[in-house]
């Protein structure tokens, strides 16, 4: 079963022409979660974390109490399967684009910063719930966020290779990082899907807004 989410956080899948050889970055499918996930996706946007229960999850889901605990422990655990799994894709998504950028730093930071922005847009119910970050006990939370620190690390990597060969004009490497990872998640807070832009038309704006922020002017 696909992600599902209410009608004004459901996204398009964007399907240009696959690299050569390879699996296109730009090509977000829906993720595969099961109706349990679903119903809890579904419910968080609905109530938030905080205001939904176990109860609302599993009658959504059509599963008894029992059965939620059996599979995911308890509501913390749900949340966790779900917020890990957006952040488990997201950076892998933004690897293969460095990747496929080749040596350039500016292809490798645009395409990062693409690969992100797509994300957001396209599978808004995931990355929404990185904001119930504040909700995760301690432990939790620190799995979560050495996950998040390694798209960040990536960032910081491909910005100070642009630094050093002198493709970007920054002087502050981890500040610009931290402006720039916020600006791609606030897309998240805005974007819809039944707006006027495509999932495509924000990320390729993103691109150009990150790469004037780090001093690549347009061709």
């Known amino acids: 079963m696909t992600e599902a989410k209410p009608k004004s956080l459901q996204s398009n899948s964007i399907s240009p022409t696959p690299s050569s050889g390879t699996t296109d970055w730009r090509v977000v499918e829906p993720l595969t979660l099961t109706p349990l996930l679903v119903a809890a996706l579904e419910v968080f946007h609905e109530l938030g974390y ?85 909700y995760l006990e301690e432990d939790e939370r620190k799995s979560y966020a050495a996950k998040r620190k390694k798209l960040e690390n990536l960032l910081l990597d491909v910005l100070a290779d642009g630094v050093e060969h002198e493709e970007f004009t920054i002087t502050d490497i981890p500040g610009t990082a931290r402006a720039l990872l916020g600006m791609c ?35």
């Not at 957006?86 to 990747?99: F, L, P, S």
């Not at 999932?199 to 690549?216: E, F, H, I, K, W």
Request: with cysteine.
């Open 50 to 134: 905080h205001g939904a229960s176990v109860r609302d999850i599993a009658k959504r889901a059509g599963v008894t109490v029992p059965t939620l605990y059996y599979h995911h422990g308890n509501k913390q655990g749900i949340l966790v399967t779900l917020m890990e799994s957006g952040i488990e894709n997201v950076t892998a998504r933004a690897e293969a684009a460095v990747d496929a950028a080749g040596p350039s730093a500016t292809e490798r930071f645009g395409n990062l910063v693409e690969a992100c922005v797509l994300h957001m847009t396209s599978r808004t119910g995931i990355a929404f719930l990185d904001s119930e970050l504040r």
């Open 185 to 219: 998640q606030s897309v998240v807070l805005w974007y819809r899907s039944d707006g006027p832009q495509t999932p495509v038309d924000v990320s390729v704006l993103y691109r150009q807004l990150a790469l004037n922020a780090v001093g690549v002017l347009p061709a």
